[in-house]
């Protein structure tokens, strides 16, 4: 099984508190959270013993330069037979966290908040590879759901890794937190344990057409019917 794209949510730490943040209750929820570097060895084992491999892997948070294992995740992922291209969304904060690992590093995404402004044009001038410089409008999400919104014209359709869970889409845990909805829930969520490719699978049949889409501000079309602020 190939896996296009997958996320790591591996950190909640940041210095900034952006408005647009996809995982901002989430951050604010669990403060403490880090994915642990136990974790991502357990993933990369059992994908290979699954036969699983990813087209690519992103590295986002909270900011992924700030997780403490940063440095030796993206060195186990280079080494990792299972995994194409290794990602990173950041907010600037540390250039020289991401030019050390250049020669690893694929497309890197940096959101161009004036807060990191210099450090942005820095890593934009200096990184040798693909790199995608990010600005966002804020759209705060709506209190009740969008009819006229599905099917989900999702740009967050990513499975990814929380912990010891892996949702099917990068959002999840952020849109379960502001649900008041249980992480651990398993028609949500999958043990790293389990047979997750398999779920995955399963979970692909009407992925786009759930409630908690009309709510979700990574669907186009509710984005689209939001004002800006």
């Known amino acids: 099984m190939r896996v296009a794209d997958f996320d790591f949510l591996t950190t909640a730490r940041c ?9 901002r209750a989430l951050r604010r929820a669990r403060p403490g959270y880090d994915l642990a570097i136990d974790q991502v060895v357990e993933l990369l084992t059992r994908a290979d013993a699954l036969g699983v491999s990813f087209a690519a892997v992103c590295l986002g948070g909270g900011e992924p330069t700030l997780w ?18 290794i990602r990173v969304l950041t907010n600037g904060r540390d250039p020289d966290a991401i030019l050390r690992h250049a020669d690893d590093l694929g497309r890197v995404m940096v959101t161009d908040y004036p807060a990191h402004r210099e450090r942005v044009d820095r890593l934009v001038a200096e990184y040798p590879g693909r790199l995608a410089r990010w600005a966002f ?22 499975p990814c890794l929380y912990g010891r869970r892996i949702f099917d889409r990068a959002p999840s845990p952020d849109r379960l937190v502001r649900l008041g909805l249980d ?8 043990d790293l344990a389990d047979d997750w490719p398999a779920w995955l699978q399963r979970r692909e049949a009407g992925k ?8 979700c501000i990574s669907n186009k079309r509710v984005w689209d019917r939001l004002s800006r602020h």
Not at 15 to 23: F, R, S, V, Y
Not at 69 to 84: I, N, R, T, Y
């Open 15 to 23: 210095d900034l508190d952006c408005p647009t943040c996809g995982q």
């Open 68 to 85: 403490p294992h940063f440095d030796v995740a993206v060195e186990l992922l280079a080494a990792a037979g299972c995994v194409g291209e």
């Open 183 to 190: 992480l651990g829930d398993p028609n949500q969520s999958v």
């Open 208 to 215: 786009y057409t759930r409630p908690i889409c009309e709510i």
């Open 137 to 158: 409008d804020h759209r705060p999400p709506p209190a009740e759901p969008l009819a006229g919104t599905l099917p989900a014209a999702c740009r967050c359709g990513k």
